[in-house]
């Protein structure tokens, strides 16, 4: 008896495990012989919320973060929706940087407070915008600027340059 009790638990604890596939599963394209592809950088805007300058006395400051894009050069990319990242990332942004970086790029204005998770996951048009604008939209030319020392850190095919001239180091 204890053993058939023990025995329906496994099989309900391992019915419980088995992994649902949630999200589609994109195919990828073959690559082309010897790998010619051209491999391109993303600077996803979502970056741009956790960026700040590298000079040590900016850090101290509020007005170093977030980074003002300067010339920026944008692409939009196809990515699938993955509404649970983005229930999990709704938290761990900063609203308020994601609003100043979305203006200065000139996305429609974001309302002053952040959706609740609930409103996220209600609200399919809300989702649907925002995950195009962190995940779809990424800068591949131009500047980020400091408000603080004004330094200008270089954004070449996707890629921010960090490193920082010896007098600022
Ligand atoms: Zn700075």
Redesign the pocket.
Known sequence: MVLLVLIHFMISVYMHHIPEPRFRRRTLPLSPPGHLEKKTAKMKLLTLNFLT???K??KS?SD?FPLHPKDAELASDDVDVNPELLVNLLPRLDWKALKTTSAELGFPQLPDSPPTIEQLQSDDKLLKDLHSLLMETNLMEGKLV??????EYAVREGIPNFLLPSHLV
């Open positions: 300058c590298a000079v006395t900016c400051s170093s400091c408000g603080v020392c004004g330094h």
